[in-house]
């Protein structure tokens, strides 16, 4: 599964570290999502989603 999550957080101009504490994970956990080493829980997609104020479909990309 890809995702844009790199590309909302450039959009909202957060750093890994910044998104990391606004969805209660570690950095790594941002780290590997972006790297789509790591499909989220679904309260993590739904803590994304409203972070960047979109859907999960937004987000994450079903291949």
Not at 16 to 40: G, S
Not at 47 to 62: M, P
Request: hydrophobic share 45%; no cysteine; glycine share 0%.
């Amino acid at each position: 599964m890809n995702n844009r999550i790199k590309e909302f957080r450039a959009k909202f101009n957060l750093t890994q570290d910044e998104l990391a504490k606004r969805v209660n994970v570690r950095r790594e956990t941002i780290v590997f999502l972006e790297k789509n080493k790591y499909n989220p829980s679904l309260k993590l997609a739904f803590d994304l989603a409203k972070v960047f104020q979109v859907t999960i479909e937004e987000i994450f990309i079903d291949d």
